[in-house]
């Protein structure tokens, strides 16, 4: 089959051409992606108890990107439900849950099954 060949320089044209076009969308995504604090390279890891009924402790700042784990040392389940924000729906006796704070504000949690155990997450 016949195939019209271009000449190399046009050729090389198109590709820097499709790269110029290409390098803002990627500089797009990687800028919404990405936290801010993972750019900086500080996301953190913060770990929030669950025992006696409790959360420990019962109010936590983190930075947008940072990583909570809610860790549920009691003999049975809770959530960490924040309607409209986050639900981790039941955590088991012994089980965990994480969360990536995305969003900043100030966010009060419970435990939808111990409507007594609330909590509260601050995002910066
Ligand atoms: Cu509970």
């Known amino acids: 089959m ?9 050729r090389d044209g198109r590709q820097k051409r499709r790269r110029l076009v290409l390098a803002p969308f990627v500089a797009l995504t990687l800028f919404f992606v990405l936290p801010g604090s993972i ?15 409790k959360f420990e402790p019962d109010t936590i700042e983190v930075n947008r990107g940072d990583t909570i784990v809610w860790v549920n040392q009691d003999p049975y389940p809770h959530t960490v439900t924040a309607p409209g924000v986050f639900d981790s729906h039941s955590i088991p006796a012994g089980g965990k849950w994480q969360y ?5 504000g100030d ?10 155990m609330k909590g509260m997450l601050g995002v910066k």
């Not at 750019?39 to 890891?45: D, H, I, Y």
């Open 107 to 116: 966010f009060s949690y419970v435990c939808t099954l111990h409507p007594n």
């Open 2 to 10: 016949a195939s019209i060949r271009l000449p190399a320089a046009r």
């Open 39 to 53: 750019l900086a390279g500080k996301a953190a890891r913060h770990t929030v108890r669950i025992r006696g009924v």
């Open 100 to 104: 990536v704070a995305r969003k900043a």
